[in-house]
């Protein structure tokens, strides 16, 4: 009987071999619930996104839900040498996909919950983020989740930090005005479905 060890390597290597769009795909089908879309946002959304972001003052970003890492290689171009980026995701495939795909030592990936962003951060030795990125279908969270998520990462936030947001689903705003006073909002027609995405700044 093969080791769990094994077992594991040979995930690994299946999953590197799959494309990301086709992992991102089969993990679609495997969990659409917490993936939320069929297909990995499109360069513009990414650049849209980022493109508020004070790249000078980031020493530490974080990403919920990065999937097959979509953003990594955009976030790591802007990032300075001495910045981190952490992303969280609850899907172990997803988590060893990253792993074995994104080699920069400024990067790394937690399984885990959005929930435990404040432990996270301090486990990597910061008091607070400058920025919180999140593609996570909020709408379809079990209940009360995305709420403590959100209050969570309004604490985590350094002063005049941000929470950058980009959903299919305006029901969003439902989960961001309780705890953020100043929220910017823009639609990026160029993804499939059309983008909403929500910068949430702690000021």
């Known amino acids: 009987m093969p080791s769990s060890i094994s077992v594991g390597r040979e995930a690994r290597k299946a999953n590197r071999r799959l494309s990301p769009r086709a992992m991102f795909l089969r993990e679609f089908f495997r969990r659409p619930v917490m993936v939320g879309s069929i297909i990995p946002s ?4 990414i650049r849209r996104v980022l493109d508020r972001v004070d790249w000078g003052n980031v020493r530490m970003f974080v990403e919920y839900g990065p999937g ?3 953003f990594c290689q955009a976030v790591l171009d802007r990032l300075g040498p001495d910045g981190q980026y952490v992303a969280i995701d609850t899907n172990p495939d997803f988590v060893a996909y ?3 795909t994104v080699r920069d030592p400024r ?4 399984q885990g ?3 435990d962003v404040e432990s996270i951060v301090a486990d990597h030795g910061h008091e607070s983020a400058d920025y919180v990125l999140s593609g996570l279908p909020f709408s379809t969270l079990p209940p009360g989740v995305g709420d403590r998520i959100v209050a969570a990462t309004r604490r ?3 002063q005049d930090g941000a929470f950058l947001v980009y959903q299919f689903n305006p029901n969003v705003r439902n989960f961001l005005t309780p705890h953020f006073d100043h929220i910017d909002y823009e639609i990026e027609w160029w993804n499939v479905p059309p983008a909403q995405i929500w910068w ?3 000021d």
């Open 42 to 45: 499109s360069n513009r959304t």
């Open 68 to 70: 097959v890492g979509t």
């Open 98 to 100: 990253l792993r074995d």
């Open 107 to 110: 990067f790394s990936v937690v």
């Open 113 to 115: 919950s959005a929930e």
């Open 156 to 158: 985590v936030l350094r």
């Open 200 to 202: 949430a700044w702690k």
